[in-house]
């Protein structure tokens, strides 16, 4: 008897312990999609992924249309996944994208095996930007990612190639990763300060491919 009773204390405590793990959800965000998905990205696989030196351009203005080496490509993009939404995120000092202002990271919704279309979001401060939609997308900015690869169409005239892997990462490392999707604002500030005093260090120039 005491040892049934002492198994069903053992099973309700076990219970109550997951359901609470799986309950647990940390504020990343005042925003409530966006921080649902914050959540889904801290939980699940990071993606560190590298420039290959390729992309692919259909052509803009004076820039070739062809397989080209593009200078402007971040070097590193790190992918977060939450169930069918990933999130690509450019982390170095200064690398930042300027379609619909300007920022730090996008988001993306699955519509085929690996293809996803760019969900819209805003580049102002937390408190003052519009919440996610998961809904309100831009088919015509697509990105491609398998989890070793990733296509990524940061403007729509032109498709950069990496190769990624998996990356292990700390509690600690991955909050402050994410503190970039939902504090973009400050951290933009610190990339053009260090654009200011390193112009150099970025180029625009896109050459085609030598074959």
Not at 5 to 16: D, G, H, M, S
Not at 131 to 152: A, G, H, M, R, W
């Amino acid at each position: 008897m005491w040892t049934t009773n002492l198994k069903k204390i053992i099973t309700l405590i076990t219970f109550v312990f997951l359901s609470a793990k799986g309950l647990y959800s940390a504020e990343f965000s005042e925003r409530t999609n966006l921080n649902k998905i914050l959540n889904g990205f801290f939980k699940n696989q990071i993606f560190k992924c590298q420039y290959i030196n390729k992309s692919w351009s259909i052509g803009f203005d004076n820039i070739p249309y062809g397989m080209v080496i593009n200078s402007m490509a971040f070097r590193d993009i790190l992918v977060f996944e939450h169930k069918n939404i990933i999130g690509t995120l450019w982390p170095n000092i200064g690398e930042i994208s300027t379609e619909k202002g300007v920022k730090k990271y996008q988001l993306w919704k699955k519509k085929s095996k690996d293809e996803y279309v760019m969900i819209e979001s805003d580049f102002k401060s937390d408190s003052v930007s519009f919440d996610i939609d998961k809904e309100n997308v831009n088919e015509n900015q697509k990105t491609y990612f398998d989890q070793t690869s990733l296509k990524v169409g940061v403007k729509e005239w032109i498709t950069d190639f990496y190769s990624c892997e998996e990356i292990n990462s700390s509690n600690f490392a991955r909050k402050k990763l994410i503190d970039i999707f939902v504090n973009q604002d400050e951290y933009v500030k610190k990339d053009f300060a260090y654009r200011e005093k390193n112009p150099s260090s970025f180029t625009s120039k896109i050459e085609l491919l030598s074959k």
